[in-house]
């Protein structure tokens, strides 16, 4: 008598079905955001070739309060206040107000710098704080009662504002609903490093792309932290400045579309910009910066959700507040990666090939959805097609290596774990020549002290992360059906090694240096 095959699902024990609907589920979760990608493309296509212009122009120029936050930013702080102090604007029109929370020498370097430019008849204030209750957002809610301009324009110490920039963004404010515009960052050291490049390609997705499309589609879009010229009004009648999230920039931005301001981008006009140069100051800056998204998507949506806005808004806005959850959706679903393939391996053989294909449709829909989104910015901008696709996995694999980082982010904002706004070091880069190495600050500047024990433990487990998909390649490569996942491995291995080594060499090198600042024995 022939022996009826039962299926070989039965066969998954708990542990195993729970890890395969886990899998399964955040691919699927991947998935959705890489289609949200694509949507944005379509809509950056659609509407890519209109441009905004301002519904009149002010026959007498109001006022305006440039505001420069900074903290222990002596490299660059002269440059900011020297660049803010050239910007062309009637002089009795404009007030420059330099808030500095520093707590070292550089804060005798922008004082030094406001003396001299106020002696030259510049209406500069110099506010310093001796504590940083609030840190940026409490240093911009002191500052407010004090500005003078009907307007308030934000710049932070690593930007470089033309001089034409007022008098091109200002002119959009002659709508009375316009409460806040944003424009568009550039990069002074875009061609530095490789890690300069791939932020390069980050940030021209979001600014070139994802502004552009939310924009023109009658989307909600958000400041940006600099670069862009407030109503004060606006900001009064959205509640003010609040230090509850890490970007106090994007909570006030829906706050106060909330409110009913409605808010211009302008991708033509440009501000260039200092990228990190060094991979933790990066890692710190997305920390941050996804920390504060996910803290504002737990403050926000629910109120946003039951406003009256348009649906279309409030879903952008879901996708935009939450996206920082991918990198807890790959950092989870490289940890399953190697249960999965043991389960493919020995409990449902004739199941692998289906599932493989599953997975390989989702990457396909991760993956080439973020090559789509990078190629159609730098195309937008006529950049070399050839050029960027040679990046692409450059890119891809950055931004695996910090998917630990930042995913570490997601949960801090999740359980409500507080932290403190850790600014991102500046270096004073210049256009065209590379960046000083973490050294050359010695004798201008103290450096930076060396990792906290967390930070290195973080750099240790990505190392850790890189062998573990090592292992996950050599596993895969066995199988027929899994072959087709050892690109996909690779790019994951050599992110999660190029991201932790080089924390670790920076490291290393942060000690040395820190040491020379030790008193020597006599």
């Known amino acids: 008598m022939t022996p009826v095959l039962e299926p070989k699902w039965q066969y998954l024990t708990g542990l195993g079905s729970t890890v395969l609907i886990t899998?399964?589920?955040?691919?699927?979760?991947?998935?959705?955001?890489?289609?949200?990608?694509?949507?944005?493309?379509?809509?950056?296509?659609?509407?890519?070739k209109r441009q905004a212009?301002?519904?009149?122009?002010?026959?007498?120029?109001?006022?305006?309060?440039?505001?420069?936050?900074?903290?222990?930013?002596?490299?660059?702080?002269?440059?900011i206040i020297d660049a803010a102090c050239d910007i062309d604007y009637p002089a009795?029109?404009?007030?420059?107000?330099?808030?500095?929370?520093?707590?070292?020498?550089?804060?005798?370097?922008?004082?030094?710098?406001?003396?001299?430019?106020?002696?030259?008849?510049?209406?500069?204030?110099?506010?310093?704080?001796?504590?940083?209750?609030?840190?940026?957002a409490g240093a911009l809610r002191d500052a407010t009662?004090?500005?003078?301009?009907?307007?308030?324009?934000?710049?932070?110490?690593d930007f470089l504002p033309p001089s034409s920039f007022l008098q091109e963004v200002i002119h959009y404010f002659t709508d009375p609903q316009v409460g806040m515009v944003q424009t568009r960052w550039t990069h002074l050291n875009r061609t530095d490093?490789?890690?300069?490049?791939?932020?390069?390609?980050?940030?021209?997705?979001?600014?070139?792309?994802?502004?552009?499309?939310?924009?023109?589609?009658?989307?909600?879009?958000?400041?940006?932290?600099t670069a862009g010229i407030w109503r004060r009004q606006t900001i009064q009648s959205a509640g003010g400045w609040h230090h509850d999230t890490l970007t106090e920039d994007l909570d006030l931005s829906y706050r106060g579309?909330?409110?009913?301001?409605?808010?211009?981008y302008l991708p033509d006009v440009t501000c260039p910009a200092e990228l990190p140069p060094e991979i933790n100051a990066f890692k710190t800056?997305?920390?941050?910066?996804?920390?504060?998204?996910?803290?504002?998507?737990?403050?926000?949506?629910?109120?946003?959700?039951?406003?009256?806005?348009?649906?279309?808004?409030?879903?952008?806005?879901?996708f935009h507040l939450t996206c920082p959850m991918v990198y807890l959706f790959v950092t989870l679903l490289i940890l399953l990666l190697l249960p999965m393939l043991v389960i493919n391996r020995h409990r449902f053989e004739h199941l692998t090939l289906a599932a493989t294909l599953l997975t390989a449709m989702c990457m396909t829909f991760g993956t080439t959805s973020v090559a789509v989104f990078t190629l159609t910015s730098q195309y937008a901008q006529r950049r070399s097609v050839l050029g960027t696709l040679a990046q692409l996995p450059l890119m891809m694999s950055l931004g695996i290596g910090i998917s630990v980082n930042n995913a570490v982010a997601c949960i801090e904002a999740l359980i409500g774990y507080r932290s403190p706004f850790v600014r991102t070091p500046k270096y004073n880069v210049q256009t065209g020549?590379?960046?000083?190495?973490?050294?050359?600050?010695?004798?201008?500047?103290?450096?930076?002290?060396?990792?906290?024990?967390?930070?290195?433990?973080?750099?240790?487990?990505?190392?850790?992360?890189?062998?573990?998909?090592?292992?996950?390649?050599?596993?895969?490569a066995q199988q027929k059906n899994s072959a087709i996942s050892v690109p996909f491995l690779v790019l994951f291995a050599c992110g999660y090694f190029y991201v932790g080594f080089n924390s670790l060499c920076l490291y290393w090198q942060s000690r040395r240096m820190a040491r020379q600042w030790l008193p020597q024995p006599s």
Not at 447 to 460: C, D, I, R
Request: with cysteine; proline share 4%; charged share 15%.
């Open 193 to 225: 490093s490789l890690l300069t490049r791939c932020q390069a390609l980050f940030l021209d997705g979001h600014f070139v792309i994802e502004h552009t499309a939310r924009y023109w589609s009658g989307r909600w879009v958000h400041f940006n932290g």
């Open 23 to 48: 899998y399964l589920a955040l691919l699927l979760l991947i998935s959705i955001y890489g289609l949200h990608r694509y949507w944005l493309v379509f809509l950056f296509c659609l509407h890519s």
């Open 145 to 157: 009662p004090l500005a003078t301009g009907e307007f308030i324009a934000m710049f932070d110490a």
């Open 257 to 264: 579309q909330l409110a009913g301001w409605r808010y211009v």
């Open 92 to 136: 009795d029109k404009i007030q420059i107000q330099v808030l500095d929370d520093s707590t070292d020498n550089s804060q005798e370097i922008a004082r030094q710098c406001c003396q001299s430019w106020s002696a030259r008849g510049v209406n500069i204030q110099y506010l310093h704080r001796t504590t940083r209750t609030g840190y940026k």
């Open 53 to 79: 212009r301002p519904a009149g122009c002010f026959n007498m120029l109001p006022s305006v309060t440039v505001q420069l936050p900074m903290y222990n930013e002596g490299p660059v702080a002269r440059r």
């Open 433 to 476: 020549t590379k960046a000083p190495s973490f050294s050359s600050t010695i004798g201008a500047i103290k450096p930076e002290m060396p990792m906290s024990s967390f930070k290195v433990g973080m750099a240790l487990f990505e190392i850790v992360m890189g062998l573990y998909v090592l292992a996950c390649i050599y596993l895969a």
């Open 285 to 318: 800056q997305q920390h941050r910066w996804t920390k504060g998204s996910i803290q504002a998507a737990v403050k926000l949506l629910p109120r946003l959700l039951l406003a009256s806005a348009p649906l279309r808004a409030k879903i952008e806005a879901f």
